[in-house]
């Protein structure tokens, strides 16, 4: 079955450093996401992208943060200078267009730790 | 603004023993809602999207109805390994390039041999 592969599984940084955390959708997926969730709270929409450009993004998602689809494969989202309060798990996301099936599936995330 | 509801925020159940989950949203216009288990440190791993007040859906010991205002996911005679947490989320037509899903908090299960 087809998934959505993140890297790396865990992420230990130290405050203000910068991230970058990495994804590779499913290969005939249009639309891809990232999302995060804190220990304990709900899983949290960032941004959206599709045809190489942002479609929405949330209040979450400030100048602190970037995503870039640099190949044909991988989907990144890089933190500029990390806080404590960035702290999370990630998570990469991909569906299908609509009208194709359910197509939206996640991948097992990336614990972006602060310190 | 969608909002998504889930109630309880925990549930113990003796094996064997079924319950229903309960999803409340509020969304303006409703293109599908979704229903994910997931464990913890993992991703949400997709169990069913309903679209429309009626339908029903069913995977194992799961099924998954859908009205106006809420889904229900029922379990059926429950095995230890159903133990997890399980979200709703919805996802609203919007004019745009956008699918976002907004989630609710989540129900924690955990079902005793």
């Known amino acids: 079955e087809p998934e959505v592969t993140q890297t790396p599984s865990h992420q230990v940084t130290q405050m203000g450093q910068e991230v970058i955390l990495r994804c590779v959708p499913i290969?005939?997926?249009?639309?891809f996401y990232w999302y995060r969730q804190i220990l304990g709270q709900k899983v949290e929409f960032l941004v959206s992208?599709?045809?190489?450009?942002?479609?929405?993004k949330s209040e979450i998602f400030d100048d602190q943060f970037s995503v870039e689809r640099p190949d044909g494969s991988n989907f990144t989202l890089k933190i500029r200078s990390t806080k404590l309060e960035d702290s999370a798990m990630y998570f990469c996301?991909?569906?299908?267009?609509?009208?194709?099936?359910?197509?939206?599936?996640f991948g097992s995330g990336t614990r972006l730790t602060v310190v | 603004e969608d909002q998504v509801t889930q109630s309880p925020e925990a549930l113990r159940l003796q094996e064997g023993e079924s319950s229903s989950l309960n999803c409340s949203y509020t969304?303006?216009?409703?293109?599908?809602l979704f229903w994910y288990r997931q464990d913890p440190g993992k991703g949400p791993e997709f169990l069913f999207t309903l679209y429309s007040a009626g339908e029903e859906k069913e995977k194992e010991r799961l099924k998954a109805t859908l009205t106006k205002k809420e889904s229900f996911l029922h379990i059926t005679a429950p095995k230890p390994e159903d133990s997890a947490t399980y979200l709703c989320?919805?996802?609203?037509?919007?004019?745009?390039?956008?699918?976002?899903?907004?989630f609710g908090k989540g129900t924690l299960l955990t079902v005793n041999p």
């Open positions: 992208f599709y045809n190489n450009e942002i479609s929405e």
């Open positions: 989320a919805v996802q609203a037509f919007s004019g745009g390039s956008n699918y976002k899903l907004t």
């Open positions: 969304v303006s216009g409703l293109r599908g």
């Open positions: 996301a991909s569906s299908a267009p609509l009208g194709q099936g359910d197509g939206y599936t």
């Open positions: 290969s005939n997926h249009l639309y």
